[in-house]
């Protein structure tokens, strides 16, 4: 089951017609349509909004992100060619240590050439940009970005090194085969990849309502996780859930005060249009009322690194 293979909500809001059934554990991702639906929800998001121009940037950068996965075969055309995992338990992509084909540098070529044709570039991102273009920087970038280990003078750099990423491992997930893709014993993680989610979303009605699925900050795969229990440490405890007063509550952060982290929650019953990696981006002010109160971000926005 792929989101975006009949429609985009599909997977997310089951069956209309169906009755109440046991929810998927793991949802694919459709890289023809995971980027250009996070573009599309930037930039219904960026009108209005005080951070709008920076919002519109990321919507360019996502339809890029979208243009270089189009210019991959076919998901599951390559199958054969996604290394399998050696050791038992570790998911099939396990992003640290993967070895990646040379394919990821031509998305990344791709990606710079729309971003550098689209926006308008400061000066900055037009040197960042032009120093990507080198053949070995990249690499070693990537490198640093799949470990966490990325340099604070790089973090401008790694952005691009992210996005790129993003566009290769959906690739890979997209190829993948769902009954090849069992819940990894830490359930915080992504099951074919190995990741930490970039959020969590609440579905709202269909045949699995009220279900929480985790979404891969690396390659886009969704997978259930339940709710009411911390997806850093596991304790249910001393969780609550707190959203920005005057808003629809749509983003609500989970802290937990067991672990002392937190994550993000969307609701779609409250916006049946959420996007979990635009609205994530685009509610940065609620990360910023749980950091002032002393709860860590469980982890970083792949493409926030900069900040
Ligand atoms: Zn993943
Ligand atoms: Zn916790």
Redesign the pocket.
Known sequence: MRPGDTAAKAAWMGNPQGGVSAPAAVILPNPATRFRRTADRLDALAAGHPMGEWLAFLSQLSLAQHAAAGSFAPAGANAADIAKADGAGLPP?AADGYPRAPVWRQGLEILLDHVARRSALPDRAAAVIASLRDRAAPEALADDFLRGAVAPEDAGRAMFIAAALQVY?THL?GGLDVAQVPLLPERGL?P??G?PPVAGMVTASGSTPGVRYLS?S??S?AWNHVRAVCITCGRSGRLSLKSIEGTNGAAKAETCDDCHTYAKMFYLGQDPDLDPYADDLASLGLDLMVAAAGWSRHAPNPLLLAR
Do not use: P, V
């Open positions: 992509l491992f997930a992504c074919c990849c990741s891969c690396l390659c795969t």
